[in-house]
């Protein structure tokens, strides 16, 4: 059971003393918590008392009521009031009137309760300021890892863009002193592998801009009946240089019009996705099957490759961002690790899914089966 600290400030011993009774044989159970809610009520008699008390341990709940002796319970709120959300209070009165309800709510008083009030009012009332109070922590703690989520994609981000970043750096600093003399092709190779890492860039850039896209929602969509055959045949035909530079063949199978509802620039996403990896970490004189065919009411996407393949661990953590295996055997190709991660979230946007089988030495086979949008 969970306890929630509660402080009841009243000048009226009875009426302390009656609500800790009330709310300490109270339970609350709220709808999406397991556990039990219960309340270890302290009280104060004045507004000085309650401010001293509330400074030494800050309660959950605070019961304050409106007219105290030397100082009101609005004072009281002012002085104590924060923004932390880590505190919800509820203000008790016999002068209950319109005006006084409102001065309490702008002072942050999240209700309002009558004097004299039944037991079952004032459970009520508690329950609602519960419900309130865990909210406002629930939404604190969103916001709380959302920061710490944008902190950590900001840093892996850093840490992928500085490698390339020094590398031209390094280069450019060879160059700019004549470290292999005044003989501009002495530099070709610095110059072509400096060219090599600003491509990395800005593909890593075009797919950044690509996932924050797609996850804001901003993206329009532009959705008709494509011809994925001939989408298909633009993605293949975007690899195929790469390809060609390492003798690596590339089998397409499909029906002559596989019809889908689509956007073509997500399919085309897809595709290139799969097809690009499947040339990049296949081996030299290899080959990659791409097909797709129709399943019932879904088209099934394959790319098989006889690449390097991985183990299944890698599998495992292959769809998160910035997630690039990393070995000997990897360790020369480059990559911004966002694009199986792109691939999966718009598989996820025709109700699809994405699956990996692959086996070290041997090659690897993407899945992806996608339902026509709505």
Same mark, same amino acid.
Request: glycine content about 6%; some cysteine.
């Given at each position: 059971m969970q306890?929630?600290?509660?402080?009841?400030v009243d000048?009226?011993?009875?009426m302390?003393?009656?609500i800790? !009774?009330?709310l300490?044989?109270?339970t609350?159970?709220?709808n999406d918590?397991d556990d039990?809610i219960g309340?270890e009520?302290?009280l104060?008699?004045?507004g000085?008392?309650a *401010?001293?008390?509330i400074?030494?341990?800050?309660?959950?709940?605070?019961i304050l009521?409106?007219?105290l002796?030397?100082m009101s319970?609005?004072?009281v709120?002012?002085?104590?009031?924060t923004?932390d959300?880590?505190?919800?209070?509820?203000?008790?009165?016999a002068?209950?009137?319109?005006?006084?309800a409102?001065?309490?709510i702008?002072?942050g008083?999240f209700?309002?309760?009558?004097?004299p009030?039944e037991p079952?009012?004032?459970?009520k009332?508690?329950y609602k300021?519960?419900q309130?109070?865990y909210?406002a922590r629930?939404?604190?703690?969103?916001?709380r890892?959302k920061h710490q989520? !944008?902190?950590q994609?900001?840093?892996?981000?850093?840490h992928?863009?500085k490698a390339?970043?020094?590398?031209v750096?390094?280069y450019?600093?060879?160059m700019?002193d004549?470290?292999?003399?005044?003989?501009?092709?002495?530099?070709?190779e610095?110059?072509? !592998?400096?060219q090599?890492r600003i491509k990395?860039? !800005?593909?890593?850039i075009?797919?950044?801009l690509?996932?924050?896209r797609?996850?804001?929602?901003q993206?329009?969509r532009?959705?008709s009946?494509? @011809?994925?055959?001939g989408?298909?045949?633009?993605? *293949?035909e975007t690899?195929q240089?790469?390809a060609?530079?390492r003798?690596?063949s590339?089998k397409?199978?499909?029906n002559?019009? *596989?019809?889908m509802?689509?956007?073509p620039?997500e399919?085309?996403?897809?595709?290139?996705n799969?097809l690009? @990896?499947a040339?990049?970490y296949?081996?030299g004189?290899?080959s990659v099957?791409?097909?797709?065919h129709k399943?019932?009411d879904?088209i099934k996407?394959?790319v098989s490759?006889?690449?390097?393949?991985m183990?299944?661990?890698d599998?495992?953590?292959l769809? @998160?961002?910035?997630?690039?295996?990393?070995?000997a055997?990897t360790?020369?190709?480059?990559?911004?690790?966002?694009?199986?991660? *792109?691939l999966?979230k718009?598989?996820?946007?025709?109700n699809?899914?994405?699956?990996v089988e692959?086996?070290?030495d041997?090659?690897t086979?993407f899945?992806?089966?996608l339902h026509?949008?709505?």
């Amino acid at each position: 059971m969970q306890i929630l600290k509660t402080l009841v400030v009243d000048d009226e011993p009875g009426m302390r003393l009656g609500i800790r !009774r009330i709310l300490s044989k109270y339970t609350a159970t709220l709808n999406d918590e397991d556990d039990e809610i219960g309340f270890e009520v302290d009280l104060a008699e004045s507004g000085e008392e309650a *401010i001293e008390k509330i400074s030494a341990n800050r309660p959950d709940v605070l019961i304050l009521d409106y007219k105290l002796p030397t100082m009101s319970g609005l004072e009281v709120l002012d002085k104590v009031k924060t923004d932390d959300s880590e505190m919800v209070t509820i203000m008790i009165t016999a002068y209950a009137s319109l005006e006084t309800a409102v001065s309490a709510i702008k002072r942050g008083a999240f209700d309002f309760l009558a004097k004299p009030f039944e037991p079952d009012e004032l459970k009520k009332t508690v329950y609602k300021a519960v419900q309130n109070l865990y909210l406002a922590r629930h939404v604190r703690q969103l916001e709380r890892e959302k920061h710490q989520v !944008r902190f950590q994609f900001i840093s892996v981000l850093g840490h992928e863009l500085k490698a390339p970043i020094n590398a031209v750096e390094g280069y450019l600093n060879i160059m700019n002193d004549k470290v292999a003399g005044n003989d501009i092709n002495a530099y070709n190779e610095m110059i072509l !592998r400096s060219q090599v890492r600003i491509k990395g860039m !800005r593909k890593m850039i075009a797919d950044l801009l690509d996932l924050t896209r797609i996850e804001s929602g901003q993206k329009k969509r532009e959705l008709s009946e494509q @011809n994925l055959a001939g989408i298909a045949k633009l993605a *293949i035909e975007t690899v195929q240089p790469s390809a060609d530079e390492r003798n690596i063949s590339i089998k397409f199978t499909a029906n002559d019009s *596989i019809q889908m509802v689509c956007d073509p620039g997500e399919i085309e996403i897809v595709f290139n996705n799969l097809l690009t @990896n499947a040339v990049k970490y296949n081996k030299g004189n290899g080959s990659v099957d791409f097909n797709i065919h129709k399943e019932e009411d879904r088209i099934k996407i394959t790319v098989s490759d006889t690449g390097i393949g991985m183990s299944k661990e890698d599998c495992d953590r292959l769809f @998160n961002e910035f997630v690039r295996i990393k070995n000997a055997k990897t360790r020369e190709i480059l990559g911004s690790g966002l694009g199986l991660s *792109i691939l999966k979230k718009i598989a996820a946007m025709y109700n699809g899914t994405v699956n990996v089988e692959s086996t070290p030495d041997v090659g690897t086979t993407f899945t992806v089966m996608l339902h026509s949008a709505t």
